[in-house]
């Protein structure tokens, strides 16, 4: 046998550089259980009822709670709309028209959330007057939503294997039926998982609203327009400024609770894809 | 792109217009972001003109003057003065650092959790990076103030100087809030985009190459540089792209960290810096006080910037990796 | 289903060992009671066999007979499977390959594999022929151009390519790829070549090519050959090996085998009852 000089250095070479995959790899890791640890051990002291019930001028985060899930619900229930319908049109047609709006939605992803709430501001709140609004915040969530709702729903559309499609036109049903018999049926939780990932930024925005929702340290009123919002982001970043040891509270307990919220709905996604695969 | 081969009666047509009117939201909000930016700005890119893109100061005139002065038939307050660079060189300079962490990082993860973690411990490891994707930025706003900061200025700055310090760059005191803060901060929202766009592509390396270099007497370090590295090459550039297309764009977690500065180039790799992004943030406050407006419409000419930028990045990403852009980010919720 | 009486196991072991070469000092590869499990499967089960220096040896059987498994173990590619694992040894000269603390690297440079379906990689002809060499250490471009040339001849393939060595690899025929990679693989100068089907995926004349290069390459060479194909074991093997579900049925000089075979399941494979 062969033996062959120079090759304990590309051994070591080898052992080194794959060992250092590993330590970046926990070295990444790092972080991400600082975060939650420091979210939860600096929200303990401020977790009693009184922050749950109390409204930011009384040392709660209720109307943070409130206002977030007013908005990305209001947000949500006009991204899913148009989202779904246009990643309908995405997977069922094809043409020059449906690669064009693909471009966009590829474009839109891009687009700084900072602009969009700029964006947000000139047109709504100033040219339109709306002033501070939910709607004017609402409407550039569902900017930002808009086209992975779109897209996630067009790739699950497209994963409806065709022969059961094809069974359904064979039967004489129309496109239309066909989809929102079938093909939506079977790409369900594809199209949830999108919906749930979109919900998740969105709850997670802050510069789209700064401008748009203002601030506000009272429960949303249900007026869609002429009156600012108040949301838990913009808690986490204004408060943990102040000097107060009770604003640092605040802000920690919205941390966590916006944590929980991405927590379950990225568990959630993970949990319907995981169904949807053994399908 | 075929069109599906269905029956096309009155139903389906109708189904099909009212389904493509619905979808041309998507390209009608993007050009209304255009042309509705484009068009706020106007009166500042006339008033600022090229001077714009050299001016380091941003400077909103005499506030207390009862007069105007007009440039290019655009009104502003005596002494109007309004610069972007240093709002350039501060998105620039972090996110430069934020990938210079972020590639090999990234690389190195994918490497990783694709070829070298066993295979029961992939799954989780992925979902465990993919969570770093999830978490809000302020959320990494809040823990850069908490932990990054001190940390900076105890132990990394001096750290750094006692290597590096014979470079300038390298040198200086810091409070912790700065580049080098935000270049790090923003290195961890963009690395879990990048090493799964990579590993992805990684795994779809073809075995029977693998096979072929292992056979041929490589370690597996010499098969993964040779084969996996080379074969993923336009993906990692694509990925790369799409990193920094977000890093430019992030907005809370440089804005609690960055330290803010309006006014000056950044001098060292602590200096505070103020973004784009950021600054359309900080200084919409204070626009309001201007009553011709021009600071208004100039923060609409930085978000014009900002958003020509970041398209450019994007765009070239979008040649780069398969699938567009959005698929890349989509597949975070995919398994 | 094929019925078989298989004679007593220690009957059996006796036969096979009868017909193999009795000077063990020739044989260049000698597999001892090799085993190989996938998870809880034995899959090859307790295969003694040798590989007699400078000589073909097929090993056949139908599909899933375990010989693509034996033949991995050769050259510990089985490592790379997961869930499977080894017994036994196997020696080549002298040496165990399959214990721990042998160095794979080295063994695979003495061990060239060819692979069923030609896996040219993504380079130039001649890139693709240096990449051995390279990895273990030639830098010199003049070493590495004689290398290249030489083992492109040994591969019958220089006269072809001689002018456009900087050629993407892809851009060649399906026989020349091939080719290729049996002067990839000797570019390293090993010992053995295992041949996995090596003529599988190619045309007939690409074949052809393939099994007069298997001819001459004996001379400098210990080959392993296997093939489902039964005429080019035939034509081009001198020894063959007949696997059947993880066990060797027979051994013996490939003309024996084929004109008086001594199992009767060896005789229902070659006169095509099945597999």
Redesign the interface.
């Known amino acids: 046998?062969?033996?062959?000089?120079?090759?304990f250095a590309?051994?070591t070479?080898?052992k080194s550089?794959?060992a250092?995959?590993?330590v970046?790899?926990v070295m990444?890791?790092i972080?991400?259980f600082?975060?939650i640890y420091?979210?939860v051990v600096?929200s303990l002291p401020g977790i009693n009822l009184d922050m749950f019930t109390h409204l930011t001028v009384t040392d709660g985060i209720l109307n943070g709670i409130v206002g977030s899930l007013f908005l990305v619900a209001l947000s949500s229930v006009i991204a899913v709309?148009?989202g779904l319908?246009?990643g309908?049109?995405?997977s069922?047609?094809?043409?020059r028209?449906?690669?064009?709006?693909?471009f966009?939605?590829?474009?839109?992803?891009?687009?700084?959330?900072?602009?969009?709430?700029?964006?947000g501001y000139?047109?709504f709140v100033l040219?339109l007057g709306w002033g501070f609004s939910a709607l004017a915040a609402a409407i550039a969530l569902t900017?930002i939503m808009?086209?992975?709702i779109?897209?996630?729903t067009e790739?699950a559309l497209r994963k409806v294997p065709a022969e059961i499609?094809e069974g359904s036109?064979a039967l004489g049903a129309?496109?239309?039926t066909?989809?929102s018999k079938i093909s939506l049926r079977y790409a369900a939780p594809?199209i949830i998982?999108?919906i749930?990932?979109g919900v998740?930024i969105s709850?997670?925005?802050?510069?789209p609203l700064?401008?748009t929702a203002y601030f506000y340290n009272y429960l949303p009123n249900l007026a869609l327009i002429h009156s600012p919002v108040g949301y838990l982001?913009w808690i986490?970043?204004a408060f943990?400024n102040e000097p107060l040891v009770l604003a640092h509270q605040q802000?920690?307990v919205s941390?966590l609770v916006?944590?929980i919220f991405?927590?379950c709905l990225?568990l959630g996604?993970?949990f319907l894809?995981?169904r949807w695969?053994k399908s | 792109?075929?069109?599906?081969r269905?029956?096309?009666?009155r139903?389906?047509r109708?189904?099909?217009l009212?389904?493509?009117i619905?979808?041309?939201?998507?390209?009608v909000?993007?050009?209304?972001?255009l042309v509705?930016?484009f068009q706020?700005s106007l009166p500042a890119i006339k008033f600022n003109g090229l001077g714009f893109f050299t001016g380091t100061i941003w400077n909103l005139g005499n506030l207390n003057s009862v007069s105007t002065i007009t440039k290019n038939g655009v009104q502003g307050l005596p002494g109007a003065d309004f610069g972007v660079l240093t709002l350039l060189a501060g998105t620039v300079l972090s996110s430069t650092i934020a990938l210079v962490i972020a590639i090999p990082?990234s690389i190195?993860?994918a490497?990783?959790?694709s070829e070298?973690?066993p295979r029961s411990v992939r799954e989780p490891?992925v979902?465990?990076?993919d969570?770093?994707a999830?978490?809000?930025?302020?959320?990494?706003?809040?823990?850069g103030?908490?932990?990054l900061v001190p940390l900076m200025q105890a132990t990394v700055a001096p750290g750094l100087a006692s290597i590096f310090g014979f470079i300038p760059f390298f040198g200086g005191r810091t409070s912790g809030y700065g580049l080098l803060t935000s270049g790090i901060v923003l290195a961890?929202m963009v690395?879990p985009i990048i090493s799964s766009t990579v590993r992805e592509s990684f795994a779809k390396t073809p075995t029977d190459l693998k096979e072929g270099a292992l056979a041929l007497g490589c370690?597996?370090?010499?098969m993964e540089r040779r084969i996996v590295l080379p074969f993923s090459m336009t993906t990692i550039a694509g990925a790369s792209m799409l990193g920094l297309?977000r890093a430019?764009?992030?907005?809370?977690a440089v804005?609690?960290v960055g330290g803010g500065a309006q006014n000056g180039l950044p001098t060292n790799i602590y200096s505070p810096i103020s973004t784009m992004?950021t600054a359309?943030?900080t200084l919409?406050d204070s626009a309001f006080t201007d009553p011709t407006n021009l600071a208004l419409y100039s923060?609409?000419e930085v978000?014009l910037v900002?958003?020509l930028v970041?398209?450019a990045?994007?765009?070239a990403a979008?040649i780069f990796v398969s699938g567009?852009?959005?698929?890349a980010?989509?597949s975070?919720?995919?398994? | 289903m094929v019925e078989v009486l298989i004679g007593e196991p220690k009957e059996r072991e006796k036969t096979i060992v009868a017909t193999q070469p009795s000077a063990l000092s020739e044989s260049k590869v000698r597999l001892d009671r090799l085993s190989v499990y996938y998870g809880s499967k034995k899959f090859v089960q307790d295969v003694s066999l040798n590989f007699m220096n400078n000589k073909v040896t097929a090993v056949m059987g139908p599909s899933g007979c375990g010989k693509t498994t034996v033949l991995k173990t050769i050259n510990r590619m089985i490592d790379l499977v997961p869930g499977a694992r080894t017994e036994g040894s196997v020696y080549?000269?002298g040496?165990d390959v399959l214990s721990t603390s042998f160095?794979v690297?080295?063994?695979r440079?003495?061990v060239g594999m060819v692979f069923q379906k030609p896996n040219p990689f993504p380079a130039s002809i001649y890139d693709n022929v240096a990449f051995g060499p390279r990895i273990?250490?030639t830098k010199d471009k003049k070493m590495l151009d004689k290398i290249v040339e030489e083992s492109l001849k040994g591969a019958g393939l220089y006269n072809e390519v001689k002018d456009s060595l900087g050629k993407q690899a892809s851009a060649l025929s399906g026989g020349q790829q091939q080719r290729l990679c049996i002067a990839r693989a000797i570019a390293v100068k090993p010992e053995v070549l295992l041949l996995d089907e090596p003529t599988s995926a190619l045309d007939p004349s690409g074949s052809l090519k393939v099994e007069q290069l298997i001819t001459e390459l004996k001379e400098t060479y210990t080959l392993v050959l296997v093939t489902h194909n039964l005429q080019q074991a035939a034509r081009v093997a001198d020894y063959t090996a007949f696997l059947y579900e993880g066990r060797l049925i027979e051994y013996g000089e490939t003309g024996q085998v084929f004109e008086n075979p001594q199992e009767e399941l060896t005789e229902r494979y070659i006169t095509g009852k099945f597999g």
């Open positions: 046998m062969k033996t062959e000089e120079g090759v590309r051994k070479w080898d550089v794959r250092l995959t590993l970046v790899t990444i890791l972080p991400l600082d975060i420091i979210v600096n709309f148009l319908f246009s309908v049109y995405l069922e047609f094809g043409g028209y449906a690669s064009v709006v693909r966009f939605a590829d474009v839109l992803t891009g687009v700084p959330s900072i602009v969009v709430g700029y964006f000139i047109v040219y900017i808009l086209p992975y779109t897209r996630t790739f499609k036109y129309s496109k239309a066909t989809v594809g998982t999108g749930l990932i998740s709850l997670g925005e802050t510069a700064i401008y982001t986490i970043w943990i802000a920690f941390s916006l944590m991405v927590l990225g996604a993970r894809v995981a695969w | 792109m075929r069109k599906q269905a029956p096309e009666g139903g389906d109708a189904f099909r009212a389904t493509a619905i979808a041309a939201s998507l390209p909000f993007m050009i209304a972001i509705f930016i706020y990082t190195a993860i490497l990783f959790t070298e973690a490891l979902a465990l990076v969570l770093l999830g978490i809000p930025s302020v959320i990494y706003g809040l823990w103030i908490i932990v961890l690395t370690t597996k370090w010499e297309g430019l764009g992030e907005t809370m804005l609690m992004a359309i943030v919409l923060l609409a978000a900002l958003f970041t398209l990045a994007n765009m979008r567009g852009i959005t698929k980010f989509v975070r919720g995919e398994a | 080549i000269d040496v160095d690297t080295l063994l440079r003495n273990h250490g």
